[in-house]
């Protein structure tokens, strides 16, 4: 069973960073696509950046591109990511979600739908 924590949450003014970490157990998967979705209040979740724990492209929604960066520490099975320049629409709560089944496009936005591991969340608050 796949079990996923997500931290790094918080609260920053507008331009600052913060990086969230979602620890992976109970992985025994060679190649796993793994992403970070959002979801604000009244809005639906959304793929912020995807990728598969083998390597290959990444996804980033064109809200975040430049912004956000997704990376991972396969030594510690943890995802990383990276947020700089944060924006008051940035506020969600961020969600680490994993399965090995979902096709990991760079081009299209992974669906909330397809992933069968979630982590609990982390909010981020980005002030003006």
């Known amino acids: 069973q796949v079990q996923l924590v997500e931290s790094g949450g918080g609260s920053v003014q507008a331009g600052g960073s913060l990086r969230l970490s979602c620890a992976a157990s109970?992985?025994?998967?060679?190649?796993?696509?793994m992403a970070w979705f959002r979801q604000a209040p009244g809005k639906e979740r959304e793929g912020v950046a995807a990728k598969y724990t083998s390597g290959g492209s990444t996804y980033y929604a064109d809200s975040v591109k430049g912004r956000f960066t997704i990376s991972q520490d396969n030594a510690k099975n943890t995802l990383y990511l990276q947020m700089n320049s944060l924006k008051p629409e940035d506020t969600a709560m961020y969600y680490c979600?994993?399965?090995?089944?979902?096709?990991?496009?760079?081009?299209?936005?992974?669906?909330?739908?397809?992933?069968?591991?979630w982590g609990q969340g982390t909010q981020v608050t980005v002030s003006s």
């Open positions: 979600a994993a399965d090995p089944l979902v096709y990991c496009s760079a081009a299209y936005a992974p669906s909330p739908r397809s992933f069968g591991y």
């Open positions: 109970g992985y025994t998967y060679s190649s796993c696509c």
